[in-house]
């Protein structure tokens, strides 16, 4: 293969992408419109919670959560029209999503660039497509992705989700202080061992505090929500312990166990729910392979390549999806809560593959110009063959 079918095959995998990122996203209204008849029950039960408080026929029963975000929707005149709220929820999703894909289709994304951003469009639809509490996140997606290089926009973030900490979910106060650390030490220049490593020691920090201030084990809460859902079918892919000795040391390593489970769940496969679970681990696995990997390759990736401001978006990126999963190891209960949640943030997921998963490497100017220069002079520049 030559040099000049390369950039040929480079647009074609555009245009697939943007193929198939179109059919996704109608696929995904389809969903929204249709749930009810498409999706069981259980990916109903907290937006019907919601709606029924939104309508004032049901009670938060003193969940913060639950009642401030059914104000939100009371307030917005949302309350009575179920298929609006859900239009308006995915809606903002995918705009964020194609306003990433918009930003990274110019750099010939790779299949997995446009499986994560199918996917995602689809998850999105699911999880966003109705009365949500994770719809409120999106402001702060769209603050981490698409704010300038500026040292001020980092503190406009954190103040976001300290925002949503106090509004609505309180575990996002340790998001806001593990994603400005992430941020202080630049883990868009770490390697994929360190971010690792990194995800272990940041989990069983977090373990210890619960366990010294609160002298609980360091899964507690995991633990408390589980103990009346053992024989609910509707929480099939709940997260069981695995190590069952002394605490804290037990709790310490189930919570380290989990998170990478939240990435690769294994343990999917064996809790009863058949092909579903078996699609469901494959595609997550897929998703957060892609996007960890990505994590790892920000570091080699020339930002004068890149868009002004496009590899801090990256960084970002890596730094809230880090963060978002320590916490997340610690309370998740099951799968199925811990897909809705990040959900909201896959389009930082795209981001980050898209901005190093490429297909074809990345030419240079002066690349280009060799490519010209040989085809005038009939002598091509062996150089070519190797430009980065």
């Given at each position: ?158 103040a976001m989700m300290l925002g949503y900490a106090a509004w ?96 690769v769940p294994v343990p999917l496969l064996s809790s009863g ?80 593959c898209g901005t190093t998963l490429r297909a074809l490497p ?27």
């Amino acid at each position: 293969m030559t040099l000049v079918e390369q950039p040929s095959r480079g647009r074609a995998a555009t245009t697939i992408g943007d193929y198939l990122v179109a059919v996704a996203a109608i696929a995904g209204y389809v969903i929204v419109a249709s749930r009810q008849t498409i999706l069981p029950a259980r990916f109903s039960f907290d937006g019907d919670r919601i709606h029924a408080i939104a309508l004032g026929t049901g009670s938060s029963l003193g969940d913060k959560a639950f009642g401030n975000v059914a104000w939100v929707y009371a307030q917005l005149d949302l309350a009575s029209h179920p298929l609006t709220a859900g239009l308006v929820g995915y809606s903002a999703f995918l705009a964020i999503v194609v306003a990433v894909w918009a930003r990274i289709r110019r750099n010939d994304p790779s299949v997995l660039t446009i499986f994560v951003a199918g996917t995602s469009i689809l998850f999105g639809a699911v999880y966003l497509g109705y009365y949500s509490k994770d719809v409120c996140i999106l402001p702060i997606v769209a603050a981490l992705l698409f704010l300038p290089r500026r040292w001020w926009a980092d503190i406009a973030v954190i103040a976001m989700m300290l925002g949503y900490a106090a509004w609505f979910r309180s575990y996002w106060l340790p998001v806001a202080v593990l994603y400005a650390a992430y941020r202080v030490v630049r883990i868009q220049r770490r390697s994929l061992w360190f971010i690792v490593v990194s995800i272990a020691l940041t989990v069983i920090a977090l373990g210890l505090v619960i366990y010294v201030v609160y002298g609980t084990a360091p899964d507690v809460y995991r633990s408390t929500v589980n103990d009346t859902r053992t024989l609910d079918p509707n929480a099939q892919s709940i997260i069981t312990p695995i190590l069952t000795f002394a605490e804290p040391w037990s709790g310490l390593l189930n919570n380290v166990l989990t998170a990478f489970f939240l990435l690769v769940p294994v343990p999917l496969l064996s809790s009863g729910g058949g092909l579903y679970y078996v699609a469901i681990t494959i595609v997550l696995t897929v998703i957060w392979t892609s996007t960890y990997i990505g994590m790892a390759r920000l570091r080699r990736v020339d930002a004068a390549q890149l868009k002004q401001g496009a590899l801090t978006s990256a960084a970002r990126a890596a730094a809230i999806l880090l963060a978002f999963l320590c916490v997340q190891a610690l309370f998740e209960p099951d799968y199925g809560s811990a897909v809705r949640h990040v959900t909201p943030l896959l389009p930082a997921a795209l981001l980050v593959c898209g901005t190093t998963l490429r297909a074809l490497p990345r030419r240079t100017k002066q690349g280009l110009e060799r490519i010209d220069e040989g085809m005038t002079t009939g002598q091509p520049d062996e150089r070519v063959r190797s430009v980065p």
